[in-house]
């Protein structure tokens, strides 16, 4: 769906869609990526190009982001479910202030990766890797924008305008 699209939708369909569209992926992109990561910098770590550093920032970011998700689904998710958009200030800035920090950890994988992108004699683990790096790359970025523009836009317009 495009912008206005979402715009249109009900929260609890946002919401739902939030959960599983990108809460469930995020939870079976990162594994695999932390694995296929580490495999690459295990055989290839010598090459100039290696994204030495990636494994461990992968499981960071993991760790970061199962924290950040399970605090919308245990705590402003259900606020903002129970009309409490008003209430919900605090943790949308908790929230945003965390969305902050994700958008400088995919900074730090671009730059790693050369900008999620493979050398010309890349195996074929490091171009999947790529390839599920920048999907995730994608998903997380869209994530966030549905959440800060359109989620938490609505349930704390103050906030909104604040930011602008």
């Known amino acids: 769906m495009t912008v206005s699209d979402w715009n249109t939708q009900t929260q609890d369909h946002l919401i739902d869609h ?11 992109q990162l594994p695999e990526l932390v694995r296929m990561a ?17 494994a461990d920032l992968l499981l960071d970011m993991q760790q970061e982001l199962e924290s950040h998700m ?34 400088e950890a995919l900074e730090q994988l671009l730059s790693l990766t050369n900008q999620i992108t493979p ?8 171009r999947s890797l790529y390839r599920e790096l920048s999907a995730f790359h994608a998903d997380l970025r869209e994530h966030i924008r549905l ?4 989620l938490f836009a609505r349930a704390a317009p103050s906030l909104a305008a604040a930011r602008a």
């Open 18 to 28: 939030l959960l599983a569209r990108y809460h469930a992926r995020h939870r079976e």
């Open 119 to 126: 050398p010309a004699e890349a195996c074929n683990t490091w």
């Open 147 to 150: 959440e800060n523009d359109i």
């Open 70 to 103: 399970l605090k919308e689904e245990q705590v402003l998710f259900p606020m903002l479910q129970m009309g409490m958009g008003p209430q919900a200030s605090t943790p949308i800035q908790v929230m945003r202030y965390e969305h902050d920090q994700h958008a």
């Open 38 to 54: 580490s495999r690459v910098e295990q055989v290839h770590g010598q090459h100039l190009q290696c994204p030495n550093g990636l």
